[in-house]
């Protein structure tokens, strides 16, 4: 009997779970496109026209980190990165990478598409098929790409190791290449790799949505890796947990657990090192840091600016040491209570003089 009412509990904890997720809304909505890629997988990328009084040149393609999707950089409406970039003449393209559920739900054993991919999936078709669908849409030339964590490390390889020519500017909001010594929870996840062999996928986003009416005091030390609370509304941490983050598959996994190992990001095979061919990136680009960041210290987004070869480059660190309202943590850099006065602005005006 108490197993049947614990089964009972569990399942109605999942039900009222998935009803608070039902509640939570982003207000801004763009016209959705599915687009394929060749290795044929199917990716959502969301546009929104620019709205500004003068229309820039390049279109702008944004791309999430590792373990969400791409409403967080919606998140907070009309004080959001993406509306801020509208009414800056931009046109957006926001992109979801492969294994994100509104293009198909991914397989945990089973199923036409499994858990199995690797960032190189992404650097190699994602990338390349939503950069060829927004210039194909725009007519544009080239294109303007923001990257934030992940999204930023991704660009960086592609442009590296395999010399993409269609990015003009590419803005990199707290995205790393290597992780030694400064990173608490690259380590905590090494430990624990061993217990990567009992699952298919690490499944984050049921419990995400579970966490969204669970007292925070219970989660903060792990969500306080992520952003900076204190620079972060309630709102905003109820629709991230509801609506924004996704399984991570152990291949991903592998391959941040093999940069904590051997000092920089890799291919998945191990050959080609993405972290070295830093030094093949030319184009301009503009690297954000937090000085609250706990995946990303300003000290390894400072060694990718050493290591870029563009005469173009900007590093910049938020904090208050640097006159900003606090010191920003990794996510809040996109949707911190002020960030649609400091940072956006930063970003606009930094494309703004190369557009």
Known sequence: MRIALRHVAFTLLILIAFAMGACASVQL????????????????????????????????LICHGLGANRHYFKANNEDSLVSNLQKAGYDVWLM?????????????????????????????????????????????????????????????????????????????????????????????????RGGMALLPVLPLR????????????????????????????????????????????????????YMTENGGMFSADGKVSYRENLNKVTIPVYLLAGRRDELADPAVVRDI????????????????ADGYADDYGHTDLIFGKVAHKEVHPKIIEWLNKRN
Do not use: C
């Open 96 to 192: 979801d990478l492969r294994g994100r559920p509104e293009a198909g739900e991914t397989g945990y054993w089973f199923g036409k598409h499994t858990y199995t991919y690797s960032m190189d999936e992404y650097v190699h078709h994602d990338l390349d098929a939503a950069i060829a669908y927004v210039l194909q849409q725009t007519g544009a030339a080239k294109i303007n790409y923001i990257g934030h964590s992940m999204g930023g490390i991704i660009m960086y390889a592609r442009l590296g190791s395999l010399q993409e020519n269609r990015v003009a500017n590419f803005v990199a909001i707290a995205s790393p290449m290597n992780f030694l010594p400064y990173n608490l929870w690259t380590f905590k996840l090494y430990s624990m």
């Open 29 to 60: 909505h763009g016209d959705k496109h599915a687009v394929q890629t060749k290795d044929d997988w199917k990716l959502t990328i969301e546009h929104f026209q620019a709205t500004g009084p003068k229309k820039q040149k390049f279109p702008v």
């Open 305 to 320: 600016y050493e290591r870029v070869a563009a005469k173009d480059k900007t590093f910049e660190i938020f904090s208050r």
């Open 206 to 257: 049921p419990g995400a949505i579970m966490g969204s009416f669970i007292p925070e005091a219970l989660y903060s030390p792990f969500i306080d890796a992520f952003l900076n609370s204190e620079n972060t509304s309630r709102e905003v941490k109820t629709l991230l947990l509801q609506r924004s983050i996704n399984n991570i598959s152990k291949n991903e996994i592998k391959q941040f657990i």
